[in-house]
């Protein structure tokens, strides 16, 4: 039995920071260091009557609609956040009742919850949607996984130049229509202190180290991925969706990719005149020696041209969308999907069939590695998005309205200010309930 996504659709916070037009200038800094350095043109950000979950209810609603499903055919709700608001009641309960005023049916039925472990969560929620149908409990029903976040950093934190916001909701169903997720699994888990949140809003952050972990992490998941039977073999996959803090993060992280797949194979051989063969551990005297090795060749691989195309057809597609909305944390890797495979479709590539390599990672600090193959009619799921639109719809922002709209949606403030778009056919924040509870509305 096949399972996976039969639908996905995506929300972004309708507000658009230009980072090098408008946050650069305004903090002193050479634009180039977003659309060079970190690969970034803008930031998705919330409007005053949006957060986690207007935006993962708008998400679903709109997959609901355009896929005709109704909420009696849901059994399972999971949203995957590291912006949560309440320490008990799930923002999957928010979302039902938003989906119940809106839509026929109930979700009685359906089992709620909440995963928690930074970006890797949207992908964890994902993995335990795929279980409890392959494990036969979900009734023929399907499961609706829903990741969101308002990725907001301190004021003057560097982690504000990578800010974002937006929801990804997918249908995860037998059968599906765009991806099946493959049965092998990488781990590579640390305990780490490296991005965290210790019951504060924004978090606290090691920039420089998270990025080492990062790298530290996807290299652990990649050789458990191939322990555990899976082939990273580049012939394999037509597109590595990785998770997307910053476009650059991702530029430093495929060569590493790329070096593990292609030791031992023909094209580890093609480069040998080039570049020789990858430094091996058994050929140098101390770790040291061999990691300066390792270093200089994964340089050099880089700069090839065989890298270069392995890179722009199945690692640059994928940025597309990241690069004009920035983080989305738990969602990021999941928007990385869609972008590789809506630049696939426009290209004319053919993939059905083909394979992907999903490459999560959350702080704290985890990696995932996982394949997917993607299903015959999947351009039939890609044409119904109307992600780019959205986009292309966002508010541009000047840098005081960024101001307070940073002020607005922070806990420690009270700020209250108007709302700079007009909701239109979505949920919205309506004000507190007499418990201190979130409320929502659906404007017509
Ligand atoms: N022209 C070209 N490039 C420039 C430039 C210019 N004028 N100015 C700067 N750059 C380059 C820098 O050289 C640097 O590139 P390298 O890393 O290749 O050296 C890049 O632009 C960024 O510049 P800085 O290092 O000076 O930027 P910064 O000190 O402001 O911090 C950051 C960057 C550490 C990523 C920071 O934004 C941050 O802390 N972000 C949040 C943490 C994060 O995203 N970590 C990623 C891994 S953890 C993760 O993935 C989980 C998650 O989602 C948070």
Same mark, same amino acid.
């Given at each position: 039995?096949?399972?996976?996504?039969?639908?996905? *659709?995506?929300?972004?916070?309708? %507000?658009?920071?230009?980072?090098?037009?408008?946050?650069?200038?305004?903090?002193?800094?050479?634009?180039?260091?977003?659309?060079?350095?970190?690969?970034?043109?803008?930031?998705?950000?919330?409007?005053?009557?949006?957060?986690?979950?207007?935006?993962?209810?708008?998400?679903?609603?709109?997959?609901?609609?355009?896929?005709?499903?109704? $909420?009696? +055919?849901?059994?399972?709700?999971?949203?995957?956040?590291e912006s949560a608001f309440d320490r008990s009641k799930p923002v999957s309960t928010y979302v039902a009742g938003? &989906?119940?005023?809106?839509?026929?049916?109930?979700?009685?039925?359906?089992?709620?919850?909440?995963?928690?472990?930074?970006?890797?969560?949207?992908?964890?929620? @994902?993995?335990?949607?795929?279980?409890?149908?392959?494990?036969?409990?979900?009734?023929?029903?399907?499961? &609706?996984?829903?990741?969101?976040?308002?990725?907001?950093?301190?004021?003057?934190?560097?982690?504000?130049?990578? /800010?974002?916001?937006?929801?990804?909701?997918?249908?995860?169903?037998?059968?599906?229509?765009?991806?099946?997720?493959?049965?092998? /699994?990488?781990?590579?888990?640390?305990?780490?202190?490296?991005? $965290?949140?210790?019951?504060?809003?924004?978090?606290?952050?090691?920039?420089?180290?998270?990025?080492?972990?990062? @790298?530290? !992490?996807?290299?652990?998941?990649?050789?458990?991925?191939? !322990?555990?039977?899976?082939?990273?073999?580049?012939?394999?996959?037509? @597109?590595?969706?990785?998770?997307?803090?910053?476009?650059?993060m991702v530029q430093k992280a495929a060569p590493l990719g790329y070096r593990h797949a292609i030791r031992d194979?023909?094209?580890?051989?093609? &480069?040998?005149? *080039?570049?020789?063969?990858?430094?091996?551990?058994?050929?140098? +005297?101390?770790?040291?020696?061999?990691?300066?090795?390792?270093? +200089?060749?994964?340089?050099?691989?880089?700069?090839?041209?065989?890298?270069?195309?392995?890179?722009?057809?199945?690692?640059?597609?994928?940025?597309?969308?990241?690069? /004009?909305?920035?983080?989305?944390?738990?969602?990021?890797?999941?928007?990385?999907?869609?972008?590789? %495979?809506?630049?696939?479709?426009?290209?004319?590539?053919?993939?059905?069939?083909?394979?992907? @390599?999903?490459?999560?990672?959350?702080?704290?600090?985890?990696?995932?590695?996982?394949?997917?193959?993607?299903?015959?009619?999947?351009?039939?799921?890609?044409?119904?998005?109307?992600?780019?639109? /959205?986009?292309?719809?966002?508010?541009?922002?000047?840098?005081?309205?960024?101001?307070?709209?940073?002020?607005?949606?922070?806990? *420690?403030?009270?700020?209250?200010?108007?709302?700079?778009?007009?909701?239109?056919?979505?949920?919205?924040?309506?004000?507190?309930?007499?418990?201190?509870?979130?409320?929502?509305?659906?404007i017509e």
């Amino acid at each position: 039995m096949e399972v996976g996504i039969d639908g996905i *659709e995506l929300w972004a916070g309708k %507000l658009r920071l230009d980072l090098p037009g408008t946050f650069a200038p305004a903090n002193g800094e050479d634009p180039e260091k977003y659309t060079k350095g970190l690969g970034l043109q803008a930031s998705s950000l919330p409007d005053s009557y949006e957060d986690i979950v207007t935006m993962g209810a708008n998400a679903a609603h709109r997959l609901l609609e355009r896929k005709g499903v109704s $909420l009696d +055919e849901i059994g399972r709700i999971d949203v995957a956040t590291e912006s949560a608001f309440d320490r008990s009641k799930p923002v999957s309960t928010y979302v039902a009742g938003c &989906l119940e005023s809106a839509h026929e049916g109930s979700l009685t039925t359906a089992n709620k919850g909440e995963r928690k472990f930074a970006c890797m969560a949207g992908t964890q929620a @994902l993995d335990d949607a795929v279980n409890w149908i392959r494990a036969g409990r979900n009734r023929g029903r399907a499961a &609706l996984v829903i990741a969101t976040d308002t990725a907001l950093y301190a004021r003057d934190d560097p982690g504000e130049a990578t /800010q974002g916001a937006g929801a990804v909701a997918m249908l995860v169903a037998e059968d599906p229509g765009l991806v099946a997720l493959g049965p092998e /699994q990488g781990i590579g888990s640390v305990d780490e202190t490296d991005f $965290l949140k210790p019951n504060q809003q924004f978090p606290s952050v090691d920039g420089k180290r998270s990025m080492q972990v990062y @790298l530290a !992490r996807m290299r652990e998941a990649l050789v458990d991925f191939a !322990r555990a039977g899976g082939t990273t073999h580049p012939d394999e996959f037509a @597109l590595v969706p990785f998770h997307t803090p910053f476009p650059a993060m991702v530029q430093k992280a495929a060569p590493l990719g790329y070096r593990h797949a292609i030791r031992d194979t023909e094209y580890e051989e093609q &480069l040998a005149d *080039e570049i020789g063969r990858q430094p091996r551990p058994e050929g140098f +005297e101390s770790e040291e020696a061999y990691l300066s090795a390792v270093k +200089e060749y994964t340089e050099a691989l880089t700069d090839t041209d065989q890298y270069g195309r392995w890179y722009d057809r199945t690692v640059e597609p994928t940025l597309a969308i990241s690069r /004009q909305v920035g983080n989305w944390y738990t969602a990021s890797v999941h928007v990385t999907r869609v972008a590789g %495979l809506l630049e696939a479709r426009d290209a004319g590539r053919e993939l059905a069939g083909a394979g992907l @390599l999903v490459a999560s990672y959350g702080s704290g600090a985890q990696a995932e590695i996982h394949a997917e193959t993607v299903q015959p009619g999947w351009t039939d799921e890609l044409d119904g998005l109307r992600i780019r639109e /959205q986009l292309a719809d966002r508010r541009e922002i000047s840098f005081e309205e960024y101001e307070r709209i940073h002020d607005a949606h922070n806990h *420690e403030e009270s700020t209250d200010i108007a709302p700079l778009t007009e909701p239109d056919g979505e949920f919205v924040f309506d004000g507190w309930g007499r418990m201190g509870e979130r409320e929502y509305a659906f404007i017509e």
